[in-house]
C-alpha cells in the first residue's frame, strides 16, 4: 500500500460514484487504509470542473454517509479529486488521459481503473485503453474492475470476457458482485471453516433443505427501463443468489487464496443439476405495469423461485430452494439451513407434527447476525417450544460498524486481492444454468405462467406451493 496509485472512475457522473464508490473511499481514507499517495480522476461526458465534481460528490456523501461525513477530512481528501471530461467511446480522448495522467503522478503509479458505466460501455473502454497503451504494467499494476450486469445471456457474458481477456489478462480483472463485499456474506466462510460443530452436520445426512431468501420492499422506481430488459433472474439470481448459493454449498478450500476459493466455487457450479422449469415460479407485482418505462403488457418477472438440487457427494437429495423480488413485505436476506427432524421421539405428551425442525438462520440483512432455533421444555409441562439462540452484530460488536460492500472490495482490488470476485468462469457457469429458465419462461409450452403478487405480500402463492409440495414452507429465522 507504500505504492503511489491512482484510482480513474469511469462514468463518474453516475449515481454509483456518489452513492457508493466516493463515500467507500472516503471511509477507506479516514481509517487510514489507502495507499499514502493516491489520487481520484472521475472521467466522464459532462463539462464540470474539478470544484463542481468535488461539490457533488460531497453532496452525496453528506446525503447518504451522514454519520461518517467529517469536514475537516474532507478538505484533505478533496485536492486528490480531479476530473476529466471524455467520451468514453472516443479512442481519443483516453489518448488526451494517458497524456494527462502523468501530470498528476510523480513516477510509476498503480492504476485501478473502475468501470461504472452501463454495460455498452464496457467493451468500448476496456478497447480504448488497450489501444491507448493503458494496460501493461511496466509501471506499476493495473487493474479494472467491472461493474454488473456481466452480461446478458451466456453467449453475451463470453463474448464480453473475449473482448476483456484480449486487452487484460484475466488476473487484473475484477468482476464485482457486491453481495460478496458484504460483511455478513464473507461471514458465512467463516462461520463454517473457523469453526468445528457445524461442518461434521452440514450435509444430507443433517440437512433436509436451504433455503436462500433476497426479498426488497422497494419496487423498481426509477430503474424500470432497465430493469423491464433484465428482470430478476438477470438482477439478482444470476449473480448474488447464485453466490449466497456457492458460499454455503461449497466445499472447503485449501487456503483462502482467491483461486482455491474460485476454484471451489466452480466445482460447486458444475455439480448443479440443470433446472427444470417446473421447479420454478415466476410471478409479477400487481401495478408494475404501470411503471414508467415498463413495455406494455410486459412479461418480465419482479419475483422468482427456484428448486434446485446439487449433485455430489454432500448435498445429493437435499433440496435447495431460492426466492428474491421486488416490491414485498419487508428487505431481508437470509439463508435458512433446516435439520431433519429427530429419528424418533420419545415423548409421549409430543406429537411429531408438533416438533419444529432445528434451524440455523445465517442473517444476511439488515438485522445481520446468526439464529439457532432448537427445542426447549416448556417450564412445568411435558412439552416442547422452538426457542431462538441468537447472535447479533451490533451486541457482539459494539463500536465496530459493518462497513459497506464497496469498502471492502475497492481495498481488496487496490491490495490485488481477487477472491471476492469472481472469475470468467464463474460468471459463465451461473449463466449456463439461469439462461434456460429465462428462456424457457418465454418460450417453452410446458412453462408455469407468469404469476401476480399483491404489493407488501410475501409472493405469490405459486411460491408456497412449490414447497408445499414436497411439505415444507418457506422459514422466515431472522425475523421475528
Ligand atoms: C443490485 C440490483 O445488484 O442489488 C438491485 O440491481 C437490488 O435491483 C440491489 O435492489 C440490492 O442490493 P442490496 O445491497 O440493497 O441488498
Given at each position: 500500500m507504500a505504492h503511489p496509485?491512482?484510482?480513474?472512475?469511469f462514468g463518474?457522473s453516475?449515481?454509483l460514484?456518489?452513492r457508493?464508490?466516493?463515500?467507500?473511499?472516503?471511509?477507506s481514507?479516514?481509517k487510514g487504509?489507502?495507499p499514502?499517495?493516491f489520487q481520484i480522476v472521475g472521467?466522464?461526458?459532462?463539462p464540470?470542473?474539478d470544484a463542481q465534481?468535488r461539490s457533488?460528490l460531497?453532496e452525496g456523501?453528506v446525503?447518504?454517509?451522514?454519520k461518517?461525513?467529517?469536514?475537516?477530512k474532507?478538505?484533505d481528501?478533496?485536492?486528490r479529486?480531479?476530473?476529466?471530461?471524455?467520451?468514453?467511446?472516443?479512442p481519443?480522448?483516453?489518448i488526451?488521459l494517458?497524456?494527462?495522467l502523468?501530470?498528476l503522478?510523480?513516477?510509476?503509479?498503480n492504476?485501478?481503473?473502475?468501470l461504472?458505466?452501463?454495460?455498452e460501455?464496457?467493451?468500448?473502454i476496456?478497447?480504448?485503453?488497450g489501444?491507448?497503451g493503458m494496460?501493461?504494467?511496466?509501471?506499476?499494476w493495473?487493474?479494472?474492475?467491472?461493474?454488473?450486469p456481466f452480461?446478458?445471456d451466456l453467449q453475451?457474458?463470453?463474448v464480453?470476457n473475449?473482448?476483456?481477456?484480449?486487452?487484460?489478462?484475466e488476473?487484473?480483472?475484477y468482476?464485482?458482485?457486491?453481495?460478496?463485499?458484504?460483511?455478513t456474506?464473507?461471514n458465512i466462510?467463516?462461520f463454517?471453516?473457523a469453526n468445528t460443530?457445524?461442518?461434521?452436520v452440514w450435509?444430507?445426512n443433517y440437512?433436509?433443505?436451504?433455503?436462500i431468501?433476497?426479498t426488497?420492499?422497494?419496487?423498481?422506481g426509477?430503474?424500470a427501463g432497465?430493469?423491464?430488459e433484465?428482470?430478476?433472474i438477470?438482477?439478482?439470481?444470476q449473480?448474488h443468489?447464485?453466490q449466497?448459493?456457492s458460499?454455503v454449498?461449497?466445499?472447503p478450500?485449501a487456503?483462502?487464496?482467491?483461486?482455491a476459493?474460485r476454484?471451489?466455487k466452480a466445482k460447486?457450479?458444475?455439480a448443479?443439476?440443470?433446472?427444470?422449469?417446473?421447479d420454478?415460479?415466476?410471478a409479477q407485482?400487481?401495478?408494475y405495469?404501470?411503471?414508467?418505462?415498463?413495455?406494455?403488457a410486459?412479461?418480465?418477472?419482479?419475483?422468482?423461485a427456484?428448486q434446485?438440487?446439487i449433485?455430489?457427494?454432500r448435498?445429493?437429495?437435499?433440496?435447495f430452494?431460492?426466492r428474491?423480488g421486488?416490491a414485498l413485505?419487508?428487505?431481508?436476506?437470509?439463508?435458512?439451513?433446516?435439520?431433519?427432524?429427530p429419528?424418533h421421539?420419545?415423548f409421549?405428551?409430543?406429537?411429531?407434527?408438533?416438533?419444529s425442525?432445528n434451524?440455523l438462520?445465517?442473517?444476511?440483512?439488515?438485522?445481520?447476525?446468526?439464529?439457532?432455533?432448537?427445542?426447549a421444555k416448556?417450564?412445568?409441562?411435558h412439552?416442547?417450544q422452538?426457542?431462538d439462540?441468537?447472535f447479533?452484530y451490533d451486541?457482539?460488536?459494539?463500536?465496530?460498524?459493518?462497513?459497506?460492500?464497496?469498502?471492502?472490495?475497492?481495498?481488496d482490488?487496490i491490495?490485488?486481492?481477487?477472491?471476492?470476485f469472481?472469475?470468467?468462469d464463474?460468471?459463465?457457469?451461473?449463466w449456463?444454468l439461469?439462461d434456460p429458465?429465462?428462456?424457457?419462461w418465454?418460450t417453452h409450452?410446458e412453462?408455469?405462467?407468469l404469476?401476480?403478487?399483491t404489493r407488501?405480500s410475501?409472493g405469490?402463492?405459486?411460491?408456497?406451493?412449490?414447497?408445499a409440495?414436497?411439505?415444507r414452507?418457506?422459514?422466515?429465522?431472522?425475523?421475528?
Amino acid at each position: 500500500m507504500a505504492h503511489p496509485t491512482t484510482i480513474i472512475i469511469f462514468g463518474a457522473s453516475g449515481d454509483l460514484t456518489r452513492r457508493k464508490l466516493i463515500p467507500a473511499l472516503f471511509n477507506s481514507y479516514r481509517k487510514g487504509r489507502l495507499p499514502q499517495t493516491f489520487q481520484i480522476v472521475g472521467f466522464a461526458r459532462r463539462p464540470w470542473d474539478d470544484a463542481q465534481f468535488r461539490s457533488l460528490l460531497q453532496e452525496g456523501l453528506v446525503e447518504f454517509q451522514e454519520k461518517s461525513f467529517n469536514a475537516a477530512k474532507w478538505a484533505d481528501f478533496a485536492p486528490r479529486i480531479t476530473y476529466f471530461q471524455g467520451n468514453l467511446d472516443v479512442p481519443e480522448d483516453f489518448i488526451r488521459l494517458r497524456e494527462h495522467l502523468p501530470t498528476l503522478e510523480s513516477g510509476p503509479t498503480n492504476r485501478l481503473y473502475y468501470l461504472a458505466t452501463s454495460p455498452e460501455f464496457f467493451v468500448p473502454i476496456v478497447q480504448n485503453l488497450g489501444q491507448a497503451g493503458m494496460v501493461h504494467e511496466h509501471e506499476g499494476w493495473r487493474r479494472a474492475v467491472i461493474e454488473k450486469p456481466f452480461g446478458h445471456d451466456l453467449q453475451s457474458a463470453q463474448v464480453l470476457n473475449e473482448a476483456i481477456h484480449t486487452v487484460f489478462a484475466e488476473q487484473q480483472v475484477y468482476r464485482i458482485d457486491h453481495y460478496l463485499g458484504k460483511e455478513t456474506a464473507q461471514n458465512i466462510l467463516y462461520f463454517r471453516f473457523a469453526n468445528t460443530i457445524f461442518e461434521p452436520v452440514w450435509n444430507r445426512n443433517y440437512v433436509d433443505n436451504v433455503q436462500i431468501a433476497v426479498t426488497e420492499s422497494v419496487d423498481v422506481g426509477r430503474r424500470a427501463g432497465y430493469y423491464d430488459e433484465a428482470g430478476v433472474i438477470r438482477d439478482m439470481f444470476q449473480n448474488h443468489l447464485l453466490q449466497l448459493l456457492s458460499l454455503v454449498a461449497m466445499e472447503p478450500p485449501a487456503s483462502f487464496e482467491a483461486d482455491a476459493v474460485r476454484n471451489e466455487k466452480a466445482k460447486l457450479f458444475q455439480a448443479i443439476r440443470p433446472l427444470r422449469l417446473a421447479d420454478t415460479v415466476h410471478a409479477q407485482y400487481d401495478g408494475y405495469l404501470q411503471a414508467e418505462g415498463v413495455a406494455a403488457a410486459s412479461q418480465t418477472p419482479t419475483y422468482a423461485a427456484l428448486q434446485l438440487y446439487i449433485d455430489n457427494w454432500r448435498w445429493q437429495g437435499v433440496p435447495f430452494y431460492l426466492r428474491s423480488g421486488k416490491a414485498l413485505a419487508d428487505k431481508n436476506t437470509e439463508i435458512v439451513i433446516e435439520f431433519k427432524k429427530p429419528p424418533h421421539i420419545m415423548f409421549p405428551d409430543i406429537d411429531d407434527k408438533d416438533f419444529s425442525a432445528n434451524t440455523l438462520s445465517l442473517c444476511i440483512q439488515p438485522d445481520e447476525g446468526i439464529h439457532l432455533k432448537f427445542e426447549a421444555k416448556v417450564p412445568d409441562a411435558h412439552t416442547t417450544q422452538p426457542v431462538d439462540m441468537e447472535f447479533h452484530y451490533d451486541s457482539s460488536f459494539k463500536g465496530n460498524s459493518l462497513p459497506d460492500a464497496y469498502e471492502r472490495l475497492l481495498l481488496d482490488a487496490i491490495r490485488g486481492d481477487a477472491s471476492l470476485f469472481t472469475r470468467s468462469d464463474g460468471i459463465e457457469a451461473a449463466w449456463q444454468l439461469v439462461d434456460p429458465i429465462i428462456q424457457g419462461w418465454k418460450t417453452h409450452p410446458e412453462a408455469p405462467p407468469l404469476a401476480t403478487y399483491t404489493r407488501g405480500s410475501w409472493g405469490p402463492k405459486e411460491a408456497d406451493a412449490l414447497l408445499a409440495r414436497d411439505g415444507r414452507v418457506w422459514r422466515h429465522g431472522c425475523m421475528h
